[in-house]
RNA sequence: GCGGGCGUGGCGGAAUUGGCAGACGCACUGGAUUUAGGUUCCAGCGGCCUCGGCCGUGGGGGUUCAAGUCCCCCCGCCCGCACCA
């Protein structure tokens, strides 16, 4: 019996593929266009079974439509700037670059053994000057065109380590490494006007028909339009006014206090004659900056001793709270609160013994009984106990407010929006650097596109704390483009995903000198199928759509939306494993034994955990390069598919792996070990064909139908599922009938045919050993015949009153007469009537009879 | 806290979208062949059962001739929340 060997099938195809260059792209107007994306990897080290899944659902694609006929491009390449590298250098004294391409090229071996239909030519890195050059320029045309700004924002700021903290690095209000108190500091940064496309890339949602509901409701609520009123209050006693946001002013006679983010001016203001709300404005920015620690927390506030002075109803005043729950960069950072009529509000009223006045009435309350008990009330209603608005429902009430606001010069209908623009600034030395110099004289000054790029200096030093660019003895000082006067270098770099917000636009002409060639970019793009985790759901997806319309403002391109197809995967788990003293164990340290599992090394007991997505702090994960050195990339690429539907997460077992291998050997000794010899490729179909051979003809072009309609629809397990089907019906096949070994033939390389996206290697082999011509992975895609699709005979299931009590046989399409009467006659029915007359039947025709008693 | 998602045998999952629940696998059980090689082949495999059936898709209610699928209420788990990428 001869095995399959995929250690020389694999190498072997791989480098055929390389030699011809099957996978090169190129523009080609006589054929559709296909552009198959997965996000590129960050460049980490190795890669990990989710880039595995990631590119085996893209190499599906990208090997199904070129066999479709299409012109497909399918290009790799490297997320290369950001934070990890950095740590590498204080932690291991390596250069960011050093470390970023060494990791590039241990990835780009381990990619390409997986056998990947990529364009490698077209291979780059963000970290290349020829690829961040030109998101320089672009930053630049962004600026002339109002498109980015700079302001004042608040930061996580490590005094010890004096760096910018990201929200996950701040734990309890603590930096991760340095351990020291967080500080809230505001710093000047740059933004991109992210806001100034609210609208449209709201309303564009709609049209993106081929993204999951999901995600769009996600970027829906995170951009979270909202139309409400401005109000100005009045403030007793002082000149100033306080101006609060509210989506609720048909509330606003049930106000009663007012609150500021800690961050306010006006607090900060208070603050500098109070040192106890200076005390307690300073404990809020210690518990955290995100947005779910600040909601999450209880709700606790001081009073400033200021009184707002209510706009609707002279005389009445309002005590003003600094409130840890209000956020500064939401509507104005301070609010009114209604505490009938709002959560957060009823629990912050109750709390500080605040009134609580019922506005809104539900539908058949009594107005003179009704009140707010635990639970704010915040469904639709009439208005009442509210002057003016009274026995309005809420949504004219809105209005109402906001005109009467409007009239009295206290406020305004107003349209918010959750989403805040982007802060692109990053006090970090791997980025690409911002193209500004900073002049006494000019301010702030663009760098002439004749010395772009600004290059990262190499011999930075990581040693002491801080932004390596801002220490660098020389780079950062140079002369005033306008003036020549002696001026600074910006010192921050960009957000890596400003990177990733047009590398797939770039991917269409990589080596171009400009950042587009716009025949190719008008040919490839959109991305038809872009594929990636849903972690990626709103940031990169939201940035990349709002990057493409700026790009199209400023003459780059010449479309709107990135990515007209987008399917999100799930996450790789495995089983956790520890150690009789707790410690977490690898997979590979332990070994099953007899319904247990043990350590390797001694036998110990081990304890199994549930199954979570691999990371190396629970040290489930499996190395990628073992299971293909072990295995084959086509067994580990067939378990990727099998089993779980790819949106959803996927547990990796070693029982799973032993299956897909198992399988493809069976396969292989189908193709290799026939039970009778094939007749020569390009036999025509005989004649005459037993029952058996006529079964095994059909259930190929059935497999070819299902196979495609489930490819089409990413339900991959369903399509492997199908395949095994089709496998399983010509491992019945003993050859010896008429056209038997005809049907065989047609049979396998039908399966090979259909195969052949999923594990490459072996189907060019099966090709190869069925004594076909060429490569596999350019012969055009199957097609069933459709009248081979159904049967002359059917099964149709017969019911009594809805429950199974038995299945008749019939000619297809048989007339509705002819089944009730052969279901009455059945003998289930006969019994379960027992002697009752049926008062209705109903047919379904093929499907069902169902006889009601 | 807010937002999003998911619950079907021992396990992963399937089910022409309202029409035979459990396709295809994994695990397990029995048998055959080979037996030191990540074997292979055959049979069985939701639960209960008086062998005629009864119960079963997280729980409870409803619509319907018919519900995993539609509607209402509840429970559990997972993910995201703006400087990780």
């Not at 001016?265 to 200076?278: F, H, I, T």
Request: hydrophobic fraction near 40%.
């Amino acid at each position: 019996m001869s095995r399959y060997n995929f250690r020389e099938s694999e190498a072997r195809w791989q480098e055929v593929w390389e030699q011809r260059g099957v996978f090169r792209a190129s523009i080609d107007r006589s054929r559709p266009k296909y552009y198959v994306l997965e996000m590129f990897p960050y460049p980490s080290g190795r890669i990990h079974m989710g880039h595995v899944r990631n590119y085996t659902l893209g190499d599906v694609v990208a090997r199904h439509r070129r066999a479709l006929g299409y012109s497909v491009l399918h290009p790799m390449g490297w997320d290369a700037f950001g934070l990890p590298a950095e740590n590498a250098a204080l932690e291991r004294g390596v250069h960011p670059a050093k470390w970023t391409y060494e990791n590039i090229s241990t990835m780009r071996a381990q990619l390409k053994s997986m056998g990947l239909s990529l364009d490698w030519s077209r291979e780059f890195a963000t970290c290349d000057p020829d690829y961040y050059r030109h998101e320089q320029k672009m930053f630049i045309d962004f600026l002339k065109a109002g498109l980015a700004y700079r302001k004042e924002a608040f930061v996580n700021w490590d005094p010890v380590e004096q760096t910018v903290l990201a929200n996950e690095q701040v734990i309890d209000g603590r930096g991760w490494r340095s351990g020291a108190p967080v500080e809230k500091r505001k710093l000047s940064q740059w933004f991109l006007k992210i806001t100034a496309f609210a609208d449209d890339l709201l309303d564009a949602l709609q049209r993106l028909d081929r993204w999951p509901d999901k995600v769009r409701v996600m970027q829906e609520k995170w951009i979270g339009r909202s139309s409400g009123a401005e109000i100005r209050f009045a403030l007793k006693g002082r000149e100033d006014r306080l101006t609060v946001y509210s989506t609720r002013p048909d509330t606003l006679f049930g106000a009663t206090f007012c609150a500021l983010s800690p961050d306010h001016a006006l607090a900060e203001e208070c603050a500098r004659k109070d040192p106890a709300l200076a005390a307690f404005i300073a404990e809020c920015r210690r518990a955290g900056t995100s947005e779910a620690a600040i909601e999450s927390q209880e709700k606790r506030g001081y009073d400033t001793g200021l009184r707002a002075l209510h706009p609707f109803i002279p005389g009445k005043e309002l005590p003003v709270y600094v409130a840890n729950f209000v956020l500064i960069e939401y509507g104005t950072g301070a609010i009114f609160g209604c505490p009938g009529h709002d959560q957060r509000d009823l629990d912050f009223a109750r709390k500080y013994g605040l009134p609580v006045i019922p506005v809104v009435l539900p539908p058949g309350a009594d107005p003179k009984t009704f009140a707010i008990g635990d639970e704010a009330y915040t469904e639709d209603g009439t208005i009442f106990n509210s002057g003016f608005l009274d026995g309005l429902g809420v949504e004219e009430a809105k209005r109402a407010a906001g005109a009467r606001l409007e009239a009295l010069g206290a406020g305004k209908p107003q349209t918010v929006y959750r989403l805040r623009d982007w802060l692109v600034s990053r006090q970090r030395y791997w980025g690409c650097p911002i193209p500004v110099i900073h002049c006494e004289q000019c301010g702030a000054v663009p760098v002439p596109e004749k010395d772009l790029p600004v290059m990262l200096p190499k011999d930075a030093s990581f040693d002491r704390p801080g932004n390596p660019l801002a220490h660098h003895p020389t780079w950062k000082h140079v002369a005033c483009p306008v003036c020549s006067g002696a001026a600074e270098r910006e010192t921050d770099t960009f957000d890596t995903f400003f990177e990733s917000s047009w590398y797939f636009a770039r991917f269409c002409d990589p080596k171009g000198k400009t950042a587009f060639a716009r025949e190719a970019v008008d040919y490839w793009m959109p991305v038809d199928q872009y594929i990636g985790g849903v972690e990626h759901a709103v940031l990169h997806l939201l940035y990349s759509r709002f990057f493409t319309r700026a790009l199209r403002q400023c003459g780059y391109i010449g479309i709107d939306e990135p990515f007209a197809g987008l399917f999100t995967q799930g996450m790789v788990c495995h089983e956790t494993y520890r150690g009789p003293d707790g410690e977490w164990l690898t997979p590979s340290e332990v070994k099953r034994e007899a319904g247990t599992v043990v350590r390797l090394s001694d036998g110990a007991p081990v304890t199994i955990g549930r199954s979570e997505k691999m990371s190396k702090s629970k040290k489930n994960v499996v190395d990628p390069t073992e299971i293909i050195a072990a295995y084959g990339a086509d067994t580990a690429r067939l378990f990727m598919l099998s089993d779980s539907p790819p949106e959803r997460d996927l547990e990796w077992t070693e029982a799973g792996v032993d299956g897909a291998w198992r399988y493809l050997n069976r396969v292989w000794r189908l193709v290799t070990e026939p039970p009778v010899p094939l007749p020569p490729p390009g036999t025509p179909k005989p004649a005459e064909l037993s029952a058996e051979a006529e079964a095994a003809w059909r259930a190929a072009h059935k497999a070819i139908a299902a196979v495609s309609e489930h490819l089409e629809a990413f339900r991959f397990n369903v399509a492997v599922a199908q395949v095994r089907t089709l496998s399983n019906a010509l491992a019945e096949l003993d050859g010896t009938g008429p056209g038997e070994a005809w049907a065989l033939r047609f049979g396998l390389e039908t399966l090979t045919l259909l195969l052949g996206p999923m594990a490459p290697h072996i189907a060019e082999s099966m090709w190869e050993a069925l004594g076909r011509e060429g490569l596999l992975c350019e012969q055009p895609w199957p097609k069933a015949d459709p009248a081979l699709l159904v049967e002359d005979r059917v099964t149709v299931a017969v019911q009594v009153n809805g429950k199974l009590r038995g299945t008749i046989e019939l000619p297809r399409d048989a007339a509705n007469d002819d089944a009730q009467s052969a279901a009455l006659a059945h003998p289930a029915v006969q019994r379960s009537l027992d002697g009752k007359t049926p008062r209705k039947v109903i047919v379904v025709p093929n499907r069902i009879v169902n006889v009601v008693a």
